[in-house]
């Protein structure tokens, strides 16, 4: 099998965190012990849930109620999920990539970059802050895992959803930081049309060959 | 024996890591291929792996701390008695309380250091305490470049350093470092002794380039007697690794080779070397990833002959020689060196000489190589040639870096570290002229850029 074949699901109902998680894990694994070489590709929304990594500093919580955070295996401090935002979710062997994590990072990045400016929407990084900002405003958010450079989690960017459910915390530890969202830039933009420009990028990107399982 | 944990390189670029979490505590068990703690760089989390069973005798760095890549951050040993007694010699580090805080000056954290072990070690006498106290203003005063790693009570040393202490029971807190940052290198715990120490011999050419300081040479080498499998008047059977390096060596008679040198200037490589030497680059892993990233312009030198014609491998994965000490030779495979930063690199360097020695490793890690390297530096010897190993069409022999007195092109003349190499290649696939700009353009990577090796 191509090392660079790798599932796609996309979901179109809206995926509960736990379950995606569990399917990722499931994936990583079985990358790991050698028993596929699939590689895998998500891309979906979630319910309203907060995720931190496990390095993440427990005060950008604020007061939330601890029942709908989930401490994870990923870099960064807490960031939140919720229907509108569209999560990509990527399990590749980097062994057959580049083993480097900053390479994998400005990747994404860059996946972002070229996603937004589809619709016509300049995306820029700003160094040591990592994700991807329109002027001093975050649009999408990245955090990995990665065992035995096979890597877990991805990015998130805010097409349409509530941006209010960001005040609950400080989203990334930055204080003062806001979000925004692709429809405050384009009106008619529809998610399905977002995910398809998503895939047809990370296809390209990542040189995959997607298939259905 | 115990296995060291690295701070791992997440990417060519990182410095240094944070630890997240430890997975395992202490006297916990751990399996190969296990994770053991959860490393972050940037927005990215890496699971650490043990790379043997046994139990995790120290965690030298606690949860929530920041080390340079390269640095010993956990101990892994075999079995439990071997635990009772890492534990006892990293005491120190183990006791939370004696830790200063990371405001304090160094110099305060010099006298701790001092206190603790001599809390540590009730039998110590006094004169040594004030000994310790001069040495460390010595010490000091050497000090040019703020101490990253001495803003604790820890003890900071070379992996071999440690492991030559441990082997020789010296205590590692008494010592002056004589490395960056005032790390103690294998070297300081030699000079203390007075002796020089027996190690496995293996031709790990760590310290093959550079070979200035003739204190190097006795490592491997401290005994005047060579190498013997037998005594005198017996034969000796051959061990299956020597049958097969017998049978390569045989069926290489067969093929037409020509061999072709190159004198190449090391300095720069040498002083790129003692910089990244402290984040654990070995030499080895440094010519491997300059022989790869030249072959990458040189294919003709990467492929081999098949009675169909010329065969191009897909991958360029570069196997180096190394003599097992009961005999035969064996050659660990990088595989696509160009893919991996030279951290890393170096890592898995270690990982295949260490499990070469345990002769643990899989098929493909030995014999997958498209081509090869063979150093015999570290004996000084100023230049020789190799064998081609079947199934490739080039190995290059590398010799010792000495300083020669060096004819410039205006004339002038200056002394320089030179050192030789040769290559030995199968005529039927790479002709003199591909031999020649494949040695010419990894001279002028080693001589002119050895800084662009590191991703």
């Given amino acids: 099998m191509d090392k660079r074949t790798s599932i796609i699901n996309e979901p179109h109902k809206i995926s509960h965190f736990e379950d995606i998680f569990r399917l990722q894990e499931e994936y990583q694994r079985n990358l790991i012990d050698h028993k596929s070489d699939l590689q895998f590709t998500w891309i979906g929304e979630h319910n309203l849930c907060y995720t931190i990594g496990k390095g993440g500093n427990r005060k950008n919580l604020l007061n939330l109620s601890k029942n709908n955070v989930f401490t994870i295996n990923r870099g960064g401090e807490v960031t939140c999920h919720m229907p509108g935002q569209l999560v990509i979710y990527l399990i590749l062997d980097l062994n057959s990539y580049k083993k480097d994590l900053d390479w994998y990072l400005r990747k994404l990045e860059k996946v972002i970059i070229s996603i937004l400016s589809h619709f016509d929407i300049k995306g820029k990084t700003i160094p040591g802050l990592t994700g991807v900002w329109c002027g001093d405003k975050k649009i999408a958010s990245i955090g990995i895992g990665c065992k035995r450079w096979i890597t877990l989690h991805g990015f998130a960017i805010n097409v349409d959803c509530d941006l209010e459910n960001f005040n609950q915390i400080i989203p990334c530890g930055i204080k003062e930081c806001q979000m925004t969202r692709i429809s405050d830039f384009n009106k008619n933009i529809n998610i399905n049309e977002v995910k398809k420009i998503v895939k047809k990028i990370i296809q390209k990107e990542f040189n995959l060959k997607f298939v259905s399982k | ?455």
């Avoid at chain 2, 701390?65 to 183990?94: C, D, F, H, R, Y």
């Fill in chain 2, 1 to 455: 024996m115990s296995h060291e944990i690295f701070m791992p390189a997440l990417s060519s670029t990182m410095t240094e890591g944070k630890i997240v979490e430890w997975l395992k505590n202490p006297g916990d068990k751990v399996e190969r291929g296990e994770s053991v703690l959860v490393v972050e760089s940037d927005k990215a989390d890496m699971d650490v792996e043990s790379f043997q069973d046994g139990y995790l005798a120290a965690v030298l760095m606690p949860a929530g701390s920041t080390a340079p890549v390269g640095e010993t951050i956990g101990l892994i040993v075999e079995n439990q008695e071997e635990m009772a007694e890492i534990q006892e010699q990293n005491k120190i580090v183990l006791n939370p309380d004696e830790r200063e805080s990371q405001d304090e000056k160094s110099q305060k954290n010099e006298i701790s250091k001092i206190k603790v072990s001599e809390n540590s070690e009730k039998t110590n006498k006094p004169v040594e305490t004030s000994k310790a106290k001069k040495e460390v203003q010595v010490h000091r005063k050497s000090e040019t470049i703020a101490p990253l790693t001495n803003q604790s009570s820890r003890v900071v040393a070379s992996p071999r350093a440690r492991k030559i202490a441990s082997q020789m029971g010296v205590d590692l807190s008494k010592l002056n470092g004589s490395g960056p940052n005032g790390r103690i290198q294998a070297e300081d715990v030699l000079l203390v002794k007075g002796q020089p120490t027996s190690i496995p011999w293996i031709g790990e050419g760590d310290k093959a380039v550079g070979l200035s300081n003739n204190q190097i040479i006795p490592e491997n080498n401290s005994s005047p007697t060579g190498n013997s499998f037998g005594s005198p008047g017996e034969t000796v059977q051959f061990n299956t690794l020597q049958k097969a390096v017998n049978k390569n060596m045989e069926s290489s008679l067969n093929i037409p080779c020509f061999r072709v040198g190159y004198s190449i200037e090391t300095d720069k490589l040498d002083s790129f070397y003692k910089t990244v030497k402290q984040n654990g680059v070995t030499m080895t892993a440094l010519l491997v990833k300059a022989v790869a990233k030249t072959l990458k312009n040189h294919p003709q030198v990467n492929s081999f002959f098949t009675p169909d014609g010329i065969s191009y491998p897909e991958k360029i994965n570069v196997a180096v020689a190394v003599a097992m000490e009961d005999g035969g030779l064996i050659t660990p495979v990088l595989r696509d060196p160009c893919k991996t930063d030279l951290f890393e690199l170096s890592r898995e360097w270690k990982d295949l000489v260490k499990r070469s020695r345990l002769k643990q490793l899989d098929p493909e890690e030995y014999s997958t190589g498209t081509f090869t390297l063979s150093n015999l530096g570290m004996f000084g010897v100023d230049r020789f040639d190799a064998i081609l190993p079947p199934g490739t069409g080039a190995i290059l022999a590398i010799a010792a870096s000495q300083p020669t007195v060096v004819a410039n092109k205006n004339g002038s003349i200056s002394v320089k570290k030179v050192m030789q190499v040769n290559l030995t290649a199968d005529h039927r696939v790479i002709y003199g002229a591909d031999g020649a700009s494949f040695l010419k353009e990894l001279a002028n990577l080693i001589e002119n850029a050895p800084e662009s090796l590191i991703s």
